[in-house]
């Protein structure tokens, strides 16, 4: 996440406009791979923001190897979304308005491992039950991707 921290110490806690992937990963029983993230303490899909020069699948590969470990041989588009929906604002302050393209991740390799200091825990959830302490952020892209009905 260099780029977003560089424009962070020129703008600093005000509102942007963030590109980026988040990527879906489904184990045979078909359960989710969620994130324990550090800076919320709450259940999210692994994801980040495009660097330079990076396109949206690009972005989704690296950040699945950064946060998980894995690499996948393709990468399925769902859906993207962007707007007003898309508004977060981060527990230690920063805003963003997220342009989000959400990928499924085929034919996973590797063990999930957290790599990064983003994530304290990786966990596959089945999603026909609620997930606790879920990021409200993850639940509405879910929701709205046709994954989960409600928690």
Same mark, same amino acid.
Not at 54 to 69: K, Q, V
Not at 99 to 113: D, L, N, Q, R
């Given at each position: #996440?260099?780029?977003?921290?560089?424009?962070?110490?020129?703008?600093?806690?005000?509102?942007?406009?963030?590109?980026?992937?988040?990527?879906?990963?489904?184990?045979?029983? /078909?359960?989710?791979?969620?994130?324990?993230?550090?800076?919320?303490?709450?259940? /999210?899909?692994? /994801?980040?923001?495009?660097?330079?020069?990076?396109?949206?699948?690009?972005?989704?590969?690296?950040?699945?190897?950064?946060?998980?470990?894995?690499?996948?041989?393709?990468?399925?588009?769902?859906?993207?979304?962007?707007?007003?929906?898309?508004?977060?604002?981060?527990?230690? /302050?920063?805003?963003?308005?997220?342009? #989000?393209?959400?990928?499924?991740?085929?034919?996973?390799?590797?063990?999930?491992?957290?790599?990064?200091?983003?994530?304290?825990?990786?966990?596959?959830?089945?999603?026909?039950?609620?997930?606790?302490?879920?990021?409200?952020?993850?639940?509405?892209?879910?929701?709205?991707?046709?994954?989960?009905?409600?928690?």
């Amino acid at each position: #996440m260099g780029y977003i921290m560089e424009l962070r110490k020129l703008v600093g806690s005000r509102p942007l406009i963030m590109a980026g992937s988040c990527v879906l990963v489904f184990n045979e029983q /078909g359960h989710l791979l969620l994130q324990r993230r550090t800076n919320s303490l709450d259940w /999210g899909t692994l /994801g980040g923001s495009l660097e330079p020069g990076e396109s949206l699948e690009e972005a989704a590969a690296r950040e699945l190897y950064e946060e998980a470990g894995l690499k996948a041989e393709a990468y399925r588009l769902i859906t993207v979304f962007s707007g007003p929906d898309m508004y977060y604002k981060y527990p230690h /302050g920063d805003e963003v308005y997220n342009v #989000m393209a959400v990928y499924e991740a085929k034919g996973i390799m590797g063990t999930p491992t957290v790599m990064d200091d983003e994530g304290l825990e990786l966990r596959y959830f089945d999603l026909n039950q609620p997930v606790p302490e879920i990021n409200p952020f993850t639940e509405y892209v879910l929701k709205k991707a046709g994954y989960i009905q409600s928690q």
